[in-house]
């Protein structure tokens, strides 16, 4: 048995891998027309957009990885059909569960994988694009700032923290916000104000309506200085730092996410979309296990044009899939689902008819 599961993994991970690669080319070539005006309008130099390239592939890969499962799946499985070579195993008593486990393992792995890229890759990846279109696409970036940010939270050196309920960008004003500065994890200080303009020409806040208490080893308040008139500070954050360091969720990482949801939660800050991205990043990494579980037994469901059909339907079941995380993502949003059923519905869904799809093939 295991020189067939070597055969059939050979046969499967060779399809996967040329797929993968095909799809990698595919995105980078459609992304980069799609793109091109932008490089062109904001005189973007070569170097830089080869690094912008070079920091999406892992992102590319990741989102070309379940298609090209389900791809080497049907060709893998469907070629052994085609050459009678199935038909050969099923006469030596082989059942077609038994040919599928080192397909079904080799996903599993492959999922955990798309996993552990997406934390330590695609995050960081993501963070270094965008930064690049921060910085350089001015004009018709895909990364717009909005001009009114509600519900921001910064951290700095570990050790100033800056919650705003409500900042706009085109005039520099926030609305309560609260400024917490920490030594070796204790709270030493803290900075609570009505609202903060910046000055440009000082380049410092102006704050209204502030109080500031310091506090000893203790906890204990030690003083406190209360007032309803102006001032000027250097609170240790500039307008760009609001602006530029407010990270999207596909810029962090799975534990750098989580860190971010608890932060906003003791912030008092609403967390459900964070919550459901979240919860999107592990149930998206199984997706390469949903798409075997429903590629294998399309191939097998038709012993004739089983290739054709395989191939067919999957795109269709794949395409229908996708329609489901994205409604799962908007119920989750929205709060109508909490955000494990909003990202595991369309897995659950799928793979209970995967499953059933098995139990009813032939042997």
């Known amino acids: 048995m295991k020189k067939l599961d070597i055969y059939l993994l050979q046969k499967f991970i060779v399809t996967l891998l040329m797929t993968l690669l095909g799809f990698i080319c595919v995105i980078l070539i459609v992304d980069l027309i799609e793109n091109l005006d932008r490089f062109i309008d904001n005189a973007i130099p070569f170097n830089i957009t080869m690094k912008y390239y070079l920091y999406a592939i892992p992102w590319f890969v990741n989102i070309g990885l379940p298609m090209s499962m389900l791809i080497a799946t049907v060709f893998s499985i469907g070629l052994l059909a085609k050459k009678n070579e199935l038909t050969a195993m099923k006469a030596t008593g082989i059942s077609v569960y038994r040919i599928a486990i080192p397909i079904f393992t080799t996903s599993v792995f492959i999922s955990l994988i798309s996993f552990e890229l997406d934390n330590k890759w695609v995050s960081k990846g993501n963070q270094l694009r965008y930064d690049i279109e921060r910085e350089y696409m001015k004009r018709k970036s895909r990364v717009k700032v909005k001009k009114d940010m509600r519900d921001i939270f910064l951290q700095k ?29 204790i709270v030493n200080k803290r900075l609570d104000s009505r609202g903060i303009k910046w000055l440009d020409t000082l380049n410092v806040w102006n704050i209204t309506n502030y109080s500031i208490r310091e506090f000893d080893e203790l906890g204990a308040v030690k003083e406190t200085i209360i007032s309803n008139s102006d001032t000027i500070m250097d609170i240790g954050f500039t307008p ?28 008092g800050v609403d967390t459900i979309k964070w919550e459901v991205d979240r919860s999107f990043k592990i149930s998206f990494a199984f997706t390469n296990l949903i798409v075997v579980l429903f590629g294998l037994p399309l191939v097998l469901i038709k012993s004739k044009n089983g290739l054709s059909f395989g191939a067919g339907m999957g795109i269709l079941v794949i395409f229908i899939y996708y329609v489901f995380i994205k409604f799962g993502m908007s119920m989750g949003y929205s709060g109508i689902m909490t955000p494990n059923v909003a990202a595991w519905m369309g897995n659950v869904i799928f793979s209970i008819g995967g499953i059933l799809l098995l139990l009813v093939i032939r042997k």
């Open 240 to 267: 760009d730092d609001i602006t530029q360091q407010t990270k999207r969720p596909d810029e962090l990482s799975y534990s750098e996410l989580t860190e971010r949801i608890n932060q906003l939660k003791n912030n």
């Open 157 to 185: 050196n570990e050790k100033s923290h800056l919650s705003i309920d409500r900042y706009r960008t085109d005039t520099k004003i926030g609305r309560n916000i609260t400024m917490i500065a920490l030594d070796d994890g």
